[in-house]
């Protein structure tokens, strides 16, 4: 049986997810409207002329509604309950989260039934991978629909437990992290390691700049979740507001 489709999405947030996934839905034709408590910023992040609210109340004609900010469970619990009362029953919520528990967010959003995570990749456009996971309560419905936008995207979806990091963050930030604690103790620079990786082990970017790239708060918030140690060096460079590309500074200066 072929997956369900939506025709109006909702996204909520605009930061670098939100706005990824909001042009990359655009581009595959779906009538997108983006939710953002500063509706000016959000359309500079946007790059493109979508239409912004920061109304909750105007997603109500959307069929899936996506929560995408900041990756804190306290922040997704209240929005989460923000959207449940102010949407129709039957609005199928979803989340970006990366790391936290479906169950919990799904428990927030007032209907657990009609509830997944769609964990996208940054950047939104070109990663082809999406991880979904699901509340034990999720309906058949909600399964498709939310394989179908995948699908819509010209995505793969995976469909993987509701444990911490699924599957990617699970195994990539302690490799990450490892990364960092070898820089420490030996001095190399963050240059030789992530060249030493990229042309010995074939990967497109070296460690320590793929942190700086998915942001040290993100990766620091996304380790402590997946109960990974945080290096000292990454909390210095935290403390010192070198948060990587979005700063213009973290292992690396950039313009």
């Known amino acids: 049986m072929a997956n369900e489709r939506t025709e109006k ?3 909520v947030g605009s930061g670098t997810i939100g706005a990824g996934l909001a042009r990359a839905a655009a581009d595959a034709g779906i009538d997108v409207l983006v939710w953002a408590r500063v509706p000016e910023r959000a359309r500079a992040r946007l790059k493109r002329d979508l239409p912004v609210t920061n109304d909750l ?4 004609d959307r069929e899936l509604v996506v929560e995408s900010v900041a990756e804190e469970l306290e922040t997704k619990r209240e929005l989460l309950g923000r959207l449940d009362a102010a949407l129709p029953a039957d609005t199928v919520l979803a989340s970006t989260t990366s790391s936290l528990s479906v169950a919990e967010l ?3 959003s007032g209907r657990p039934e009609r509830f ?15 991880e979904l996971a699901f509340p034990a309560e999720a309906s058949e419905e909600t399964r498709s629909l939310l394989h179908g936008v995948c699908e819509q995207l010209g995505k793969v979806a995976v469909e993987v437990p509701d444990v911490p990091g699924f599957v990617v963050n699970r195994l990539l930030f302690p490799y990450l992290f490892d990364a960092v604690r070898l820089l420490e103790e030996t001095g190399l620079e963050p240059q030789a390691i992530d060249t030493c990786m990229k042309l010995g082990a074939g990967h497109p970017m070296g460690p320590l700049a793929l942190l700086d790239f998915v942001g040290l708060d993100v990766s620091a918030a996304i380790g402590e979740s997946i109960g990974v140690e945080i ?3 990454v909390r210095e460079l935290i403390a010192q507001g070198r948060l990587g590309r979005k700063t213009k500074a973290g292992f690396y200066e950039y313009e």
């Open 116 to 130: 997944g995570a769609l964990h996208v990749f940054n950047p939104v456009e070109k990663m082809k991978l999406v």
């Open 57 to 60: 109340a105007a997603l109500a």
């Open 231 to 233: 290096p000292p060096r």
């Open 9 to 11: 999405l909702g996204i």
């Open 106 to 108: 799904a428990r927030a």
